[in-house]
C-alpha cells in the first residue's frame, strides 16, 4: 500500500517532539509531503528536520497540493474548527490535535464533519485510543454534571500517573 501523503499544518513544539518522532517510526504508513506554519523561521526548520519537504506559509496552500493526502493539525485549538472544515472541503482527511475546540458549539459543529464529509475520514488526536482500559466509556455522570475520574496507570517510560477524564 502507497504511503499516505501528509501535510503537518503547525510546526511549533508539539509537532517536533509529539507527532514527528512518532510518524518517523511509521514511514511505511506515511509519508510528509509539505508543511506549513505562519511564521516562516519555524516553516523551514521543520521541513529541514522532516527531510527539506515544501514548506508554506498559508495552510490553504497545503490544502491545495495534490500530494496531500490528509493532514495533521497541530495548531491552537482555537483554530482546528475552521481549519478541519476547509482541510476536508478540500478531500483531506484530517486528524485534529485535542482539544478539539475552544467551545461547545465549535465542537458540536467538529462532530458533525465524520457524516457532513464522508468517507472522509476526522479524528482526534488521542494517545490512549487504542488501549483497552480507554475503550470503555469512563465517563461517570451524577444528575447530568460532570464528575472526575482517576484512571491510574503508567506511561509509556514505566513511571506511575493518575489520567484524568473529564465528561462532557
Known sequence: ME??????????IAAHDLHWPALREMKDRFRITAVCNHTEPKAKAFSETVGGVPYVLDYKDLLS???VDAVSIILPFELNCRVAEDALRAG????????LASNLDDAKKMLTFGETYAPLVMM???NFRYRC???SKQAVHVDSMAVRRHLPGRFPCGRRCAYHCRAA
Open 124 to 126: 482526534v488526536a488521542e
Open 133 to 135: 482500559r480507554h475503550r
Open 65 to 67: 497540493r495534490e500530494d
Open 3 to 12: 504511503p499516505i501523503g501528509l501535510g503537518i499544518i503547525g510546526c511549533g
Open 92 to 99: 483531506k482527511h484530517v486528524m485534529a490535535e485535542k482539544p
